[in-house]
């Protein structure tokens, strides 16, 4: 019996890791042919689709089998791993000595690019020193735990390895078994975080959302895994091909895979604005930013947290201009809890995973303070030289880096530090800025209220904003109607509640959403921004638009200042009338070949994709799309199987140029060329599933989510809106909230995501009613009684149930 349940558990292991295990073969064995390779993955492929439920003798279902041996094995595997876990300690000590915080510092001061990625990382996304060190310790002496282990044929024997598999198939075994052993382990939890049940207002870093588990979806929490992580090692080191091989350059995947744009062969949109792509890269910077070590890799050295790109010899688009390699350094690893904990490198989120708004008020109460004013509104800026204009984002620190270099026009500060990348990125973050004080200011006219319960209760209604526009307006650009169904992500209407709210749902990104299937933005910006005149917006003119600003010229904010040619005005009514670039897996040139991250720093966005997707063991394409969970019916398993999935036979042929295999072929590539899902949206069914999931999460795992209904026994009766409220915020459109906040814009698009040339004057939209919000206002019974026959169902199939007597 026990020699069966062994047999069972090794079928169970394997399944369990068929997601990572078939298509990324995290340790090869050198012996073994390609063709070995690809029989065993077909077998194990057909394994992985066996019906979950099925009985494996004496009554006995698969949970069952695995439970006994996790009870039985696990305790022996840890007891073997923390026999070696003082001898590993001390490797990792000499191995990552406390001196290289020196040594890092040393080394960071002598960098000739002082302000190296200062677009994309600022301090607060900056790993300290000795969590830095600890991390390094614990990664080495957990790699260092694994390797002995694995040597070890008594190791081999209690799980079951085939006597048939070389040795170093055994060790490949051994290792992916015990990284999965390893979840059954009881390790020490982080302090337990006092949270106030009652609490009305979300805390400004994300903790006590979840009152069950209260750092779910908080800062400096790592992200979550849709499939075991692919690293070389299965502990950290870079992905690597089928073969064992290095992947392919992620600069010749870029150019010749995805092509030069250089001669702005990217068509144009059908559909999409160009504020979809600004849209979709606020609210990313709502919600996912990962740390990073600020270290030095200016030149190939050794050390191994540098992943610099190579720029081929060949490559005269980067080596006539002097670049021979684009730096990139690993994001910071994940400090356990549990020092040597027996687990694959993850990495940390600095933000909340959250739609909290936090990209406008920040994530920590240091940024937050730092964004306030007294009376309950976000801090502005007033420009005090050229010609009158509405109010700005609050100036960035003198001492910190800007592209700018005058003083009376300098950059930005934002919730999120990453404000100053591109001008309409900095406009998107100014109109929301304004829409708080407009209705902050509104509070303070109309209630009692002191300014903390101003702030708060606007700042509670511009995440509901941010919320209901994404759900509303975005994801149906994006999925397909049946994405969209399948993952219940259409929002409710009139005043109906949502009863979808569940606790035992962590909404923290998953690394695939957050490094591969999010960024496929990229493909959707245009070489310029446009800018326009109001007449040239509405086609009254043929001669009404201000010069483009060129989308290389990143980080200038610069462009805001200028009122003579618009300032936020005329940067809006460009992302309104211009179409975004189609989403097709090309890209445009300033983005690919005229990155600028810092002085004297040029790359190619696209490499950097790739190279970071490896770098945090993120599976391949293959493995992402064949998921069960996903649905998807042409199933990837050899380079032929393409084409019946639909791709551009030009795309497979520059596929199998550069990847010896198709299950090597990274998420971010296979993603943003797979043909768009045929049920509708403007991407393949792969990257709808994984943005559908976490999009999911969000608002099935979020307390404060603005459609949830009061029910005590969750904790959502105090953080809920009454269902008036809730009614005037599905009122909003994004197109509303530009009018209310520009200067001169009178009449705009219904919806501003979508391309149209027919314009409503801006009084015509409909707005919300802040009156609904105000302290003792009543829902009209009458009103909410004839909105109820029209009630949906909730996330349970179960009808909605709503109070009529509401008193806020």
């Not at 200011?441 to 319960?453: A, I, L, S």
């Not at 290389?552 to 992302?575: A, E, H, Q």
């Not at 269902?723 to 509303?736: F, P, T």
Request: hydrophobic residues 35%.
């Amino acid at each position: 019996m026990a020699v069966f349940i062994l047999n069972g558990f090794v079928l169970i292991l394997i399944m369990s890791l068929t997601s990572s295990y078939v298509i990324d073969d995290l340790y090869p064995d050198e012996t073994e042919t390609l063709e070995d390779m690809k029989s065993e993955l077909l077998e194990l492929n057909e394994m992985n689709y066996m019906d979950p439920n099925m009985d494996i003798g004496n009554n006995l279902d698969m949970r069952q089998v695995e439970d006994i041996v996790v009870q039985k094995v696990a305790p022996e595997i840890k007891a073997a791993f923390e026999a070696q876990n003082y001898s590993c300690w001390m490797e990792a000590l000499k191995k990552v000595p406390y001196r290289l915080i020196l040594e890092k510092k040393k080394d960071q001061q002598r960098a000739l690019r002082k302000f190296f990625q200062a677009l994309q990382h600022g301090k607060k996304s900056t790993v300290d020193a000795l969590t830095w060190l600890k991390a390094k310790q614990s990664e080495a002496c957990s790699a260092c735990a694994l390797a002995k282990l694995c040597k070890d044929p008594v190791i081999w024997n209690r799980l079951a390895l085939p006597a048939s598999l070389t040795s170093k198939r055994k060790v490949k075994q051994c290792k992916l078994k015990i990284l999965t052993l390893a979840h059954a382990f009881n390790y020490t939890e982080g302090e337990r975080i006092r949270c106030d049940k009652n609490s009305r207002f979300r805390e400004i870093n994300g903790t006590c959302n979840n009152l069950d588990n209260p750092r779910f979806g908080s800062i400096l929490t790592p992200f979550r895994r849709l499939v075991p992580p692919a690293y070389g090692d299965g502990i950290s080191t870079l992905r690597r091909a089928l073969s064992g091989d290095e992947l392919p350059n992620a600069r010749n995947v870029s150019r010749f895979v995805h092509g030069s744009n250089a001669a702005r062969t990217n068509p144009d949109s059908p559909r999409l604005t160009h504020l979809t792509m600004s849209w979709g890269q606020f609210m990313d910077h709502d919600f996912t930013l990962a740390e990073t070590q600020s270290i030095n890799c200016e030149s190939s050295n050794s050390n191994i947290e540098c992943i610099n790109i190579e720029v081929p010899s060949d490559d005269a688009t980067f080596r006539d201009r002097g670049v021979t390699f684009f730096q990139l350094e690993r994001d910071a690893p994940h400090m356990p809890n549990t020092m040597c904990k027996l687990t694959p490198r993850e990495h940390r989120n600095t933000l909340t995973a959250y739609i909290d708004a936090s990209n406008v008020y920040g994530s920590t109460e240091e940024e937050e303070n730092n964004l306030r004013a007294s009376n309950g509104l976000l801090r502005i800026m007033e420009p005090r030289h050229g010609c009158p204009m509405k109010s700005l984002l609050p100036a960035q620190l003198p001492d910190q880096f800007c592209v700018s270099k005058d003083p009376n026009r300098p950059c930005f500060v934002a919730g999120d530090e990453r404000v100053n990348e591109n001008p309409a990125l900095i406009s998107v973050h100014t109109i929301i800025t304004r829409e708080h004080n407009r209705i902050a200011t509104y509070f303070g006219e109309m209630t009692p209220w002191d300014g903390e319960q101003i702030y708060q209760e606007t700042r509670k209604i511009i995440a509901a904003v941010l919320q209901f526009i994404t759900y509303n307006e975005f994801l149906p650009l994006i999925l397909s109607p049946k994405t969209i169904k399948r993952n219940n992500l259409k929002l409710l209407k009139g005043t109906n509640f949502f009863n979808g709210y569940d606790p035992r749902i962590n909404a923290q990104m998953s690394a695939s959403f957050s490094v591969a299937a999010f960024r496929f933005g990229h493909s959707l910006v245009q070489e310029e921004f446009m800018r326009f005149t109001q007449d040239g917006f509405q086609h009254h003119c043929n001669k009404a638009e201000f010069s483009p600003i060129p989308v290389l010229d990143f980080g200038n904010p610069t462009y805001l200042y200028d009122k003579c040619n618009g300032g936020v005005d005329s940067i809006f009514r460009g992302l309104l009338k211009s179409p975004a670039a189609k989403m097709d897996g090309r890209f445009s040139s300033s983005v690919q070949e005229n990155l600028f991250r810092g002085e004297g720093d040029l790359s190619d966005l696209i490499s950097i994709n790739i190279q970071r997707g490896r770098s945090r063991g993120v599976a391949s394409y293959t493995t992402y799309r064949n998921r069960p969970e996903c649905q998807i019916r042409a199933k990837v398993k050899t380079f032929d199987d393409l084409r019946r999935a639909g791709f551009d036979p030009n795309d497979i042929n520059k596929l199998r140029s550069q990847y010896q295999s198709v299950h090597d072929i990274d998420l971010f590539t296979g993603g943003v060329l797979e043909p768009v899902d045929s049920d509708g949206g403007v991407l393949g069914p792969t990257f709808q599933c994984i943005i559908a999931e976490q999009f999911k999460r969000l608002r099935v795992g979020d307390r404060f989510w603005h459609e949830n209904a009061p029910n005590s026994a969750l904790h959502t009766d105090k953080t809920a809106f009454t269902s008036c409220q809730l009614q005037e915020i599905r009122r909003v459109n994004l197109a509303k909230i530009i009018c209310n906040n520009a200067e001169d814009i009178p009449a705009v698009t219904r919806k501003a995501l979508e391309q149209s040339r027919i314009f409503v004057s801006c009084d015509k939209l409909p707005d919300m009613n802040l009156n609904v919000f105000r302290p003792g206002f009543k829902c009209p019974t009458q009103r909410l009684m004839a909105d109820s026959s029209q009630r949906d169902t909730d996330w349970y199939g179960v009808p909605s149930t709503e109070t009529f007597d509401e008193t806020f």
